[in-house]
T-cell receptor, first 111, second 110 residues
Framework: DGGITQSPKYLFRKEGQNVTLSCEQNLNHDAMYWYRQDPGQGLRLIYYSQIVNDFQKGDIAEGYSVSREKKESFPLTVTSAQKNPTAFYLC??????????FGPGTRLLVL | QKEVEQDPGPLSVPEGAIVSLNCTYSNSAFQYFMWYRQYSRKGPELLMYTYSSGNKEDGRFTAQVDKSSKYISLFIRDSQPSDSATYLCAMSDSNYQLIWGAGTKLIIKP
């Protein structure tokens, strides 16, 4: 089945720790995105990538980093510089059209 | 002022009612319009995609775009309890980035 997978489903971060969220797609899409969603709010763009080995900052990139070494993969690292990381993180991809397709999400909690 | 405005609700209606969800926007360059449905603790799923103005129908769902008024709507006919979710509007001017509304929480009461 074609789709987007995210792992883990839940992630716990200790203070001062970096954590990495995984996102993989087998839709052969060129573009991939990371969003953050806080309770009762819409989606805010963290980073996006339109092609392998290239990515751009979104609206709230501070405290986050990404890499795009393969077309299928776009991992997100939440660094210790992100002081309020508790949120629902969503990965998406898009092909030739503007529509984006989402993974199931990762919920990040701070211990 | 946000680029896309969407009433967060919640909007509560009885089963079988017609539901109207709306978004307004300020950027006249937007030409791609989408509606997504998001169940609690799940990723959003694409419901409707419309290019430019006009109506598009898919089963019980109708998407309407009025570019002159900068207003888009999603209508749900014969609403079901399974339609209870948050509905997000999104739009683009074709630069690979979507601009999102905050989402409207919809509750269909049996």
């Amino acid at each position: 089945d074609g789709g987007i997978t995210q792992s883990p489903k839940y992630l716990f971060r200790k203070e001062g720790q970096n954590v990495t969220l995984s996102c993989e797609q087998n839709l052969n899409h060129d573009a991939m995105y990371w969003y953050r969603q806080d309770p009762g709010q819409g989606l805010r763009l963290i980073y996006y990538s339109q092609i392998v080995n290239d990515f751009q900052k979104g609206d709230i990139a501070e405290g986050y980093s990404v890499s795009r070494e393969k077309k299928e993969s776009f991992p997100l690292t939440v660094t210790s510089a992100q002081k309020n990381p508790t949120a629902f993180y969503l990965c998406a991809s898009s092909g030739l059209q503007e529509t984006q397709y989402f993974g199931p999400g990762t919920r990040l909690l701070v211990l | 002022q946000k680029e896309v405005e969407q009433d967060p609700g919640p909007l509560s209606v009885p089963e079988g009612a017609i539901v109207s969800l709306n978004c307004t926007y300020s950027n006249s360059a937007f030409q791609y319009f989408m509606w997504y449905r998001q169940y609690s603790r799940k990723g959003p799923e694409l419901l409707m995609y419309t290019y430019s103005s006009g109506n598009k129908e898919d089963g019980r769902f109708t998407a309407q775009v009025d570019k002159s008024s900068k207003y888009i709507s999603l209508f749900i006919r014969d609403s079901q309890p399974s339609d209870s979710a948050t509905y997000l509007c999104a739009m683009s001017d074709s630069n690979y980035q979507l601009i999102w509304g905050a989402g409207t929480k919809l509750i269909i009461k049996p």
